[in-house]
């Protein structure tokens, strides 16, 4: 495999004005019809009529015809992956017959069987596994697709846009076809057909357009729908309000699909979704299950305008849509729920994840210039930090400014294919700012440190704030440029109260850092303030200030900025959590400081939070997060000091706990909504504390709650704490909520799977409890959502039983990459991941790790595990 890079690229030879596809759904095989209309790309230079360079895998050619002429042997030249034609004219047609076995497709690319339906993924390159086409996203087509298939077996036929016809044919066969008026490019082309039911909803835009929503499921999952078209609606009516956008076709359909490769997918007109991130009712999804669907469903559909009427030039360019639209579900979020609370969860994420990421072998810019796999390059960084980066330009240029911005973006380049630059260059010429500098962002990856120290000037009154800016080494860029980070700040008095900054009396403000050290002063300072720094979290960068304990008990009680409140609590837990760590590695007493144990009793006695926040502000740093803090990383000794803390945080406070508990358990119809969320999670957060006790008490309540609970919120909570719960009176009950749980839900796949992470991730458990849930009846080694939630929750979450000195964990890891590489090479390269960062182990695990790369890489590899294995090892 090879990379490609940014730098070669150039537009196509030509262009295609029209994609007629007809796809003719067989037993065995399928077989597709393309007639393609094309013309020359004029605007490069030709000395003759380049050849037409079509890409496609995995397909048998029947045939293929220019302007009515079939091409014989000699008149075209056939590869692995090519066929290229010789045009004679400028402007011609093509009609290609090609035979695909979607039902063998186990990769979940191209065109694939999922249960008894048939669908496609197209994003990025699987159109290609479809038929010979020019798959790439600055190819924009408008296409007309017609599906023939058994009407008894697949009544329901699906692809973008409207549908124009429909005629039942000879055999039980029937079809349908439909036209996109919009151009689009083939990553965002789909089909689906099967016995599906849906339901219907309608919304009025603000044109007064009605468009016809429809959520398309298995008949057995009907019930589970409403949500998801709540959550649709709503979103639609915030893009108009927000950014002006309305939804532009008669028709929104969703398709949920068992075997599905990520979370969703925004092809024109018809999203279709993981079934996990689109199905729930109260009695089988979990809060968070709930909150994901309304995220998710925002997003998809937001890409309409973010991704599909405005795309991306080329792969390199994917921050452009994803950054963008992540940030725009995560605004999204924070006005349908709680603002502060969303912000801590996507900082939480970023931080516990994408740093990692971004320090690892894998690290590339938002905007990465060369790949082998682009699949390799769906990561956090593309999206989450893309996001952060698009959040930081936000809050340069203001609310209003950033309107203007998009409303340019949107005008200025409405059905083309742009790149990052076109994005910012809107923002810059709609406000009159000058984002040199800040691009920057775009080119660079790891993640920049600010340390930052400060002076008082008592006589003078004034107050120095010194910020030196930095960012590491990254593969293939040793030394970096300078960011222009935007970094929000405001100080306190000895009161806690704010104190003004400047003569207009702001009490927050934003500096703008762009020299490697810059030094801000402050005037008429009447006495030593405490910084409250980073507010927001305004930028994706490491802070450094020297806090004491005190410092940060204090910001936690008094800081005017809520996400602060809580980093200060975050910063408190891991001092004293990596303090304890270095004592348990010099095998001396723990003992925990009382700070802690004070700050975590106020915030629980605090009835003027929210209870989100209170949930939030009691949750120790995550062992992933911890581990960063590192050098060399010791997850046994990260592991045991996080326990030591959350049972003597049990201990202490285990009265306030119960009070907090029992008046939060009360009986009440499920709702989905922000206060009862928020009421559900502080009430299981306090029972996760209490079953760390070593006695009964949080187990008796684990217990009753799993009996009586009247939602999946309440029930999973109850039967992971009395899974992970210490006490040994325990292990029988858990075994038996276990038990009881999966008969009860044999024949739901998306609870059974949140049944096998729970254990999975449970660090009571083995690698053996895992091999053996791998025998169980519901286990499928080629889904997906199974081997995430098996797989994937073991190595990822169960760090300490993944992580075992005998190095079993990563044997088995090895083994599965292996295996379904040669299946889903996507999904491979996402469950490989934590043997990457094996340089951060002891010399004993790194070695380990070491030796099971290497072992993979004497297989025959796709590029996806090729791309991952070679640049780990490098
Ligand atoms: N744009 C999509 C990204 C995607 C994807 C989705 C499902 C399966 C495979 C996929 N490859 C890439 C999803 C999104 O970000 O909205
Ligand atoms: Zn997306």
Redesign the pocket.
Known sequence: PRAIYLKDYQQPDYWIETTHLVFDLGDESTRVTSTLKFHLNTSKKHDQLPPLELVGTDMELISVAIDGQVQTKEQYQISKERLILQPVFEQFETVIVNDIKPQENTS??GLYSSSSMFCT?C??EGFRKITYYLDRPDVMSVFTTTVIADKERFPVLLSNGNAIERKDLDNGRHLVTWNDPFKKPAYLFALVAGKLEFVEDTFTTMSGREVTLRIFVEPHNITKCDHAMVSLKKSMRWDEEVYGREYDLDIFMIVAVDD???????NKGLNIFNSSCVLARPDTATDATFQRIEAIVA??YF?NWS?NRVTCRDWFQLSL??GF?VFRDAEFSADMNSRTVKRVEDVNLLRSHQFVEDAGPMAHPIRPDSFIEI?NF?TLTV?EKGAEVVRMIHNIVGKEGFRKGTDLYFERHDGQAVTCDDFVKAMEDANGVDLTLFRNWYSQAGTPVLDVTDEYDEDAQEYRLTVKQSCPATPGQETKKLFHIPLEMGLLDGEGEPMPLDKSGLTTKVLDIKQPEETFVFTGVDERPLPSLLRGFSAPVHLNYDYSREDLVFLMSYDEDGFNRWDSCQRLAIDIIMELVGKVQKGEELVLDSSLIEAFGKVLADDSLDKAMVAELLHLPSETYLAEQMEVIDIDAIHQARQFVKQSLAAALKDQLVAVYNELNIDKPYKPEADDIAERTLKNTCLGYLVELDEETGVQLAQAQYAGAGNMTDSMAAMSCLASAEHASSRPLAEKALQEFADKWAEDTNVIDMWFSTQAACHHNGLEKVKELMQHKAFDKKNPNKMRSLVGAFCGRNLVNFHDKSGSGYEFLADEVIRIDALNP?LAARLINPLTRWKRYDEERRELMQKVLKRIQQHELSSDIFEVVSKSLA
Request: aromatic share 14%; glycine share 8%; net charge negative.
């Open positions: 979940l690319e993924q994003e990025a599905f490769n990520m979370g969703a997918m925004e997003h998809e890409h991704g849509k994803e639209t699949n769906y999206y996507q």
